[in-house]
Nanobody
Framework: QVQLVQSGGGSVQGGDSLNVSCVGFGFTFSRFSMNWYRQIRQGPGEERELVASISKDGEKSEYSDFAKGRFTISRDNDKSTVFLQMTDLRPEDTAMYYC???????WGQGSQVTVSS
């Protein structure tokens, strides 16, 4: 059974840092590029926006404009884990963060990140 199990997140003050991680089970993790998405508003029809992506071997990463220079995506294929390090967090980063194996319907359960000013 395929699972993406997330950990991390929480509540911080603006300017602080947080990490989230995601462990894959039931599939060959190294065969998939991995994404981090976030959803600011919860509810039907609300879209998730891409935060960052990382290639299968971890050599290439891409970031949405709001994440560049503040967030870092990385992975450890030996541990089937993808990470998102977030620094200089802002209130507008408050969202539920999800990991995803690219091209699949496999999603993590979500990690809430709340940033207060």
């Amino acid at each position: 059974q395929v699972q993406l199990v997330q950990s991390g997140g929480g509540s911080v003050q603006g300017g602080d840092s947080l990490n989230v991680s995601c462990v894959g089970f039931g599939f060959t993790f190294s065969r998939f590029s991995m994404n981090w998405y976030r959803q600011i508003r919860q509810g039907p029809g609300e879209e998730r926006e891409l935060v960052a992506s990382i290639s299968k071997d971890g050599e290439k990463s891409e970031y949405s404009d709001f994440a560049k220079g503040r967030f870092t995506i990385s992975r450890d294929n030996d541990k089937s884990t993808v990470f998102l390090q977030m620094t200089d967090l802002r209130p507008e980063d408050t969202a539920m963060y999800y990991c995803n194996a690219r091209g699949t319907i496999w999603w993590g359960q979500g990690s809430q990140v709340t940033v207060s000013s």
